[in-house]
């Protein structure tokens, strides 16, 4: 709401700036400004308080906005005009995404243009670039400690080459995500190398501390993300003879968000970055923006106060940029990301639904939906306009992150439960299929994440090792049930790359250097353009996955059923070996029924009444084209097959 005070203090800075009011886009531009003015600067106040210096900031800010709206390329102010009379385009069925990392794709920047056709051929329009920016030849997280927020690593090309592919990629209506990695830098970072010489003003920027007192607080209750390779949360420094927050790796210092510099020093990279063209941001690790002495220091609320805040800035420079939260945290806590009560949809538009990944896999290894189900039964609804990531793998290892009520709910011993997850993933029973590695394995907790492919963790590795026909056509089978899920699911499946070719677990990253001693890099592949031609031959494991996949996404994309507008119902049925939910929109409905099994299953055909299909009128599965089978009693259901009965009511 307009409140006068605001008004006049806004109406200030802007008459200083003498700007020229007869310019159509900057009314515009002015019309957004004022609409956020007001979340700004209580925002800002907020979290850093009335104080004059603050009043400055906020001045400060607003400048920094109008520098970059001028500095704004009349086409991406075109392209912000079509987004913003749309808000629908994030949601919809058209979308499918797909991450890569250049060097181990397609070596670097030019070369990824030339990898638009096999895209394409897929149907894929949403593409992560994996972090690209300036970073260290060897300390770089993959890419997430950036030394330069304002230049492309020269590994990969350079930064006007960005701008010309989200340019190409915007032509062939496709959208670019990258990474901005907000919540720490490298050391290498120029900011980390100032204070590292002893520039108050620069160690302000970190949480840097002279003896261990504040440390040792911090970490009673802190926990640890990378327990084996980088136990404990702070690392010291020599040179300044300080500590510094470290919560990742020790090369990777935390951003220190109580100091406003900081936050507005972030917003000036985002804007830089929004102006190159780039189409939607994923901003990484931000539960870890605030820290709060005596608590994990995760999700806290000033983290969301800054996302908002950010948001607010960055809608007025280039309105309608979606921001994807990556926020692999307790489920309830997710959907806080999304934003809440007053701010709800006007956070992050996107989050990664790893509730949904975590359950899928425990119910690949159980073969049974039911603690998928009660997961996601707790999963709160998102604001309209919003929407998940849907995926299997990640770049990331897997969390058994879910929330343990849902385990007893079902009737498993939480921990119990979790770790004969972990010992079925790494195949440690004989009847595993799975080829997985531990990741992180924590003595003091117990807890292990997991790393590995898609097939190597549904067992197309093992199958191929063991040359056993039966168990390969179970793999392959898994791998598009598991895609069929997160194609039709609500939200943008993001497929993982070479996912679409069954690649298998890449064991040569222990002769990388700064890879070995991490085992996420095994599900990191260079991809095998080899290994791609195979998709065109017909009996190929290739070809099997590449064109269900490919069926998969071309179907997605003619049934405005699966687009994200919140409207898909989860369904209990009388087999917890079948994962079951309904998706409408308008007069259109599909009933989606999977067999987690490896034996055929039977769901019964009351089902299709619970949904209001007219029977008379005929049911048909949109995989298969055929007309969906059932008989009096039950619809049965092969092992590891899925069908798509959908009808026109
Ligand atoms: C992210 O992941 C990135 O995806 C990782 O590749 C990076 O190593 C990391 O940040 C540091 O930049 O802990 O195990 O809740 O789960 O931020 C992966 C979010 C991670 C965290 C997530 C983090």
Known sequence: MYDPQTNSFLNNILDQLDLDLSDKDLLRFITRLSGNFEVIHNHFLGI??????????????????????????????????????????????QLVGSMFYLDRYSGNLKGFLTKIPYLKELGINVIHLMPLLKSPKINNDGGYAVSDYRKVDERYGSMSEIKSIAKKLRENDMHLILDIVVNHTSNEHIWAKKAAKGEKKYQEFYYTYEDRQIPDSFESTLPEIFPTTEPGNFTYHPGMKKWIMTVFHDFQWDLNYTNPLVLIEMVKVLLYLANQGVDIFRLDAVPFLWKRMGTASQNEPE???????????????????????????????????????????????????????????????????????AGLRHQLAKPLGTTWLCYIRSHDDIGLGYEDAYAREVGYTPHLHRQYLVNFFTGKYDDSFAMGLPFMFDPKTGDARISGTTASLAGLEKALGQGKKAELDKAIDRIILLHAIIISFGGIPLIYYGDELGTTNHYSYVKESGKSEDNRWVHRPIFDWEKAEKRNQKGTVEYRIFQALKKLIAIRKKSPEFADLNNRELLTTDNEHIFAYLRIRDNLKTLCLYNLHDEPQKIGSYVLHQVNFDLKKGIIDKYRRKPAPYNEYYIELPPYQFFWITQKV
């Open 48 to 93: 850093y308080g009335e104080k004059s210096s603050n009043h400055k900031h906020i001045k400060n800010l607003v400048e920094e906005l109008v520098k970059a709206f001028q500095a704004r390329e009349k086409d991406l102010r075109q392209w912000d005009l079509k987004r913003e009379s749309d808000r629908g385009w994030l949601l919809s069925e």
């Open 303 to 373: 983290a969301h106060t800054i996302l908002q805040l950010i948001k607010a800035c960055i809608e007025v420079v280039s309105p309608g940029l979606p921001f994807i939260a990556e926020a692999i945290v307790a489920p309830p806590e997710i959907v806080k990301y999304f934003g809440d009560g007053d701010f709800a949809g006007k956070e992050c538009d996107i989050a990664y639904n790893a509730t949904l990944m975590t359950l899928l896999w425990d119910a690949v290894a159980t073969k049974n939906s039911k603690l998928l189900v």
